[in-house]
């Protein structure tokens, strides 16, 4: 393998990282509200399927409890 193989592959590698990293963000992005910058409903229904996987694989109950705002613009009542 010569010097130009070498940066050839050593090239692919980077770019393979690279978008391996910009995909990472983008599903990041997707999963977190650009107004608050919380955690959307999506990750809620990622994570909640993972931990019913984690609670039947090792034999445990699940208790969900949620509670959900109605807004976060500011100024604006809450519905009591």
Do not use: C
Not at 26 to 36: A, E, G, R
Not at 59 to 72: P, Q, T
């Amino acid at each position: 393998m010569g010097y130009p193989d070498t940066m050839q592959n050593v090239t692919g590698q980077i770019r393979r990282e690279e978008i391996k990293s910009e995909r990472e963000e983008l599903t990041n992005h997707s999963m977190i509200d650009d107004v608050t910058d919380l955690y959307n409903e999506r990750y809620f229904y990622l994570r909640l399927d993972e931990e019913m996987v984690r609670a039947k694989l090792y034999g445990n109950n699940l208790s969900l409890i949620r509670l959900e705002r109605a807004s976060f613009k500011k100024n604006m009542p809450i519905p009591a």
